[in-house]
Nanobody, 114 residues
Framework: VQLQASGGGLVQPGGSLRLSCAAS????????MGWYRQAPGNQRELVAT???????IYADSVKGRFTISRDIAKDTVYLQMTSLIPEDTAVYYC?????????WGQGTEVTVSS
């Protein structure tokens, strides 16, 4: 399984970015898909995840600002990020889980700075 993440970059505070994660197989074959992030010196943390057949789950720090969505036809999961703040600066990783098997994308870097 391959997860190809893209869409990171440099953005000013208050700006927006959309991350994409393209999977090499049908995304409904996964129990969950989502995004994690890791800032320098910090542990990797959950940002948002969407279990198959259930509602999305968000970290408290991004609720109301980030939205996770899926395009089944493209086997792609998106993370729409708005009202970005410097604390959102991190490498963002796409994640998928299928019956205890975990898959990770290569990471895409997001920098929020003026």
């Amino acid at each position: 399984v391959q997860l190809q993440a893209s869409g990171g970059g440099l953005v000013q505070p208050g700006g927006s970015l959309r991350l994409s994660c393209a999977a090499s197989r049908n995304i409904f074959s996964f129990n969950t898909m989502g995004w994690y992030r890791q800032a320098p010196g910090n542990q990797r943390e959950l940002v948002a995840t969407v279990p198959r057949g259930s509602s999305a789950i968000y970290a408290d720090s991004v609720k109301g600002r980030f939205t996770i969505s899926r395009d089944i036809a493209k086997d792609t999961v998106y993370l729409q990020m708005t009202s970005l703040i410097p604390e959102d600066t991190a490498v963002y990783y796409c994640h998928a889980e299928s019956f205890a098997d975990h898959f990770w994308g290569q990471g895409t870097e997001v920098t929020v700075s003026s």
